[in-house]
């Protein structure tokens, strides 16, 4: 099938989804009356509405995940990976429709969707079999006649809110380990990109068991605070913006709840002149501009060495010229389409006026087309100053920036001069200054001559202000766990 033949089939699909909360394992209607609108952000066209949901969905949400909850933990491992396995069957007998969705409701191109629905299936499948193999220390008699051993439980009922720009990747990074380890799920989806999930929870109905996994419709300020103060939630788990994070963990404190946050990021890419400068663009454009830059790892920062600069921005400025802006459902030629929303599209603009007001200097893009849809340029920043907002400051959009050091410890105090720590790269290919600078830079993730490259098996998770807690990887089913220590007597008695 050509791949713009699959997205009027998905504009058609769209329009029997069900627009409703999901709880205790089906549709249910609520009693708000305010309804959100759904965009389409390269048309700018609604693609229909969903309920604003209240404080009571959210309690019949809990209510339902905690009915489901003493069955589920009590499963074994084998048995939960069962379902989970099941649910990636659905994804990859429907990888085609669920990616065009994707592409209709975020924007971005078709290809760049169907690797992301690629990894929905591959962490459902990966945490699936990770439950059945989870560690713990070794028993053994460490007090006198008293045998210790270790039991990882669930922590119960876990609240999660995930984010519009990779809405079904994200959800799964939540799903998989919660429910693979024998927690329950309340989940809100953003309210600009829920239509992937509500599909899935259409295709998956059967074959979840009832309550296992809900879903809430609505706003964050209100959804995803009912979630993080309801007492019956044990753990917030929120992917998003550091205002997002701030207000989930402040408002989990009360209730000592436990608190997984995965947030911004300002990815240094450190370029030495002995880098290979056209992997380096290639790498720029691909993970720069690819879902127009929304992306909190996104390689749109870099520190380059002076002797080099001149050639990288020229190969950067053609690399960015070269790419086809546009409806990604019009033109399979889109490698860029647009932003989220015009609120967002103006909030990047104003960053680009900002960074022009404090020195930099525009080598390409930087203006809003005049066309219906939310597209902001590709755009290339020059003579950037270190502790400007474009040095410092997330843009969440295609706009790379490059700033210049003359010798190592300046460029690697240039790239530690951020408060997130989420990803960063090295350029070079002397593979004793990568290992020695990879110990220097303080981020999460490190990568040295590449840049957004994932592995299930591997963890996701920033320093400072990039926040705390694991995706992927046996880490994130630590996570979504709590330890138990048992002793039991040696010689059979209870003494």
């Known amino acids: 099938m050509n791949p713009l033949e699959i997205i009027p089939v998905a504009h058609e699909r769209l329009r029997t ?8 394992g089906r549709f249910a209607s609520t009693s708000s009356t305010e309804a959100i609108s759904v965009t389409n952000p390269a048309t700018g066209q609604s693609l229909g509405t969903i309920p604003n949901g209240t404080s009571a969905d959210v309690d019949a949400a809990v209510a339902a995940a905690r009915s489901a909850l003493p069955d589920w933990s009590r499963r074994t491992p084998g048995a939960r990976a069962e379902t989970l396995f099941a649910v990636a069957d659905v994804v990859d007998a429907n990888a085609g429709l669920l ?42 008699q460490y007090l006198p006649g008293l045998l210790s051993c270790i039991k990882r439980e669930p922590v119960g009922v876990i609240g999660a809110v995930t984010p519009w720009n990779f809405p079904l990747m994200m959800a799964a990074w939540k799903i998989a380990p919660i429910l693979a380890a024998g927690n329950t ?5 953003s309210q600009l990109t829920p239509l992937s999930v509500l599909l899935l929870l259409e295709m998956t ?17 209100q959804i995803g605070d009912a979630l993080s103060k309801h007492p019956g939630i044990d753990m917030m788990a929120l992917t998003g913006s550091l205002a997002s994070g701030r207000a989930v963990a402040r408002q989990a404190a009360d209730g000592i709840k436990r608190v997984h946050l995965e947030l911004g990021g300002k990815a240094p890419l450190l370029v030495f002149p002995d880098a290979d400068l056209d992997a380096l663009v290639e790498t720029l454009v691909a993970t720069g501009y690819t879902n127009a830059g929304q992306d909190c790892g996104a390689a749109t920062r870099v520190v380059c060495h002076r002797d080099v600069h001149d050639t990288v921005v020229e190969k950067l400025v053609a690399g960015a010229e070269s790419l086809v802006m546009g409806d990604p459902g019009a033109d399979d030629r889109v490698q860029l389409g647009p932003v989220i929303s015009a609120a967002h599209r103006n909030r990047i603009a104003a960053m680009v006026e900002q960074a022009c007001s404090d020195g930099a200097k525009i080598a390409t893009g930087g203006e809003i087309p005049d066309r219906s849809g939310f597209f902001y340029p590709a755009t290339v920043l020059t003579d950037v100053a270190a502790g400007t907002q474009m040095a410092r400051d997330e843009v969440f959009g295609p706009v790379i920036s490059v700033e210049t050091f003359t010798d190592e410890s300046e460029g690697i105090a240039k790239a530690n001069d951020v408060d997130y720590g989420l990803a960063a790269s090295v350029w070079t290919a002397d593979q004793r200054r990568a290992l020695r600078i990879v110990d220097q830079l303080d981020f999460g993730t490190v990568w040295a001559n590449t840049h957004l490259a994932f592995a299930t098996e591997m963890p996701w998770a920033g320093f400072g202000q990039s926040g705390y807690g694991r995706d ?3 880490y994130a089913l630590e996570d979504y766990t709590r330890t138990k220590h048992v002793l039991l007597p040696m010689d059979g008695t209870a003494d």
């Not at 069900?18 to 205790?24: K, L, N, S, V």
């Not at 065009?100 to 990894?119: H, T």
């Open 205 to 221: 109905a059967d074959v979840l068991p009832p309550g296992l996994l809900n879903v809430v419709l609505g706003r964050g300020s």
């Open 185 to 189: 799920l309340v989940l809100k989806p």
């Open 99 to 140: 990616a065009a969705v994707e592409s209709i409701n975020v924007g971005k191109p078709l290809a760049a969707a169907a690797e992301e629905i690629a990894v929905v299936s591959d962490c459902l499948r990966f945490m699936a079999g990770a439950a059945r193999s989870a560690q713990t220390p070794a028993a053994g």
């Open 17 to 24: 989804v069900r627009r409703q909360h999901f709880i205790g």
């Open 472 to 474: 992927n990887s046996t």
